[in-house]
């Protein structure tokens, strides 16, 4: 692994082929300052367009958003709404974006449970985007780890695929990020230490980072500090220390 001397320089080669965050705090980021809890959400979608377009320019080649988990259905009513309705204002206005830098949208989750507007719009946008190769953007979605999984067990089941024939990419297949690689890094602001039912099966080896940043004032600087931290890191995969330097 190599940085030349910039602190926030990393080599093409060290960078991760994926990086997913859990885009936290956008709450107590407006509690802080008085403000309504929505507001931390709009904010948080500033630092979404920031980030994505950062993560396209460094050259990375997926980058996955935790953006509204199958439990975030408990919250109260009217943040819900608020957070579809953001969504979908976001989408109307990245898209153009979206083609210029040739990014393809995916969904991570169950599509066909979000309100109607909200699954309009991403069906619009990912088929829009769907031929565009350089980076491919998710958005994790009604998404749960755990549903994710028994969701892939009943495809698996339903092909009538005997248990002989079943092996871990059998699994990766039928989950919703099937072709995509392992994140490498997995990122979450606002200082929680934990991963809330996020790509279970798919974190088995990422490397984490974690920051204390709420969401909405997670900037370019500290995003590049965590992709220089990532390029130092050493991922033995099981092995010894003396192996992976061999
Ligand atoms: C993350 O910020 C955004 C979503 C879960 C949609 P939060 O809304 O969880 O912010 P905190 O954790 O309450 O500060
Ligand atoms: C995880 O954040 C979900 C998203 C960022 C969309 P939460 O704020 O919902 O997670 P918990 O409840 O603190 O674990
Ligand atoms: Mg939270």
Known sequence: MSTDNRPDWVAP????????????GNGRWAKARGLERTEGH???TETV?????????????HLTLYTFSSENWARPKHEVGFLFELLVSFLKRELPELMEQNIRLQILGELKDLPLPARTALQH???KTAANTAMTLNLALNYSGRGEIVRAVKAIVAKGISPDEIDEATISDHLYSAGQPDPDLMIRTSGEERLSNFLL???AYSEFHFTTTYWPDFSVEEFRSALCAYANRERRFGKTGDQIKA
């Open 13 to 24: 080669e060290d960078l991760p082929a994926h990086v997913s965050i859990i885009m936290d």
């Open 42 to 44: 709009r904010a948080g």
């Open 49 to 61: 367009r920031t980030i994505v377009r950062e993560a396209r320019a460094l050259g990375i080649r």
């Open 125 to 127: 946008a990912i088929k």
């Open 201 to 203: 099966y798919q974190h």
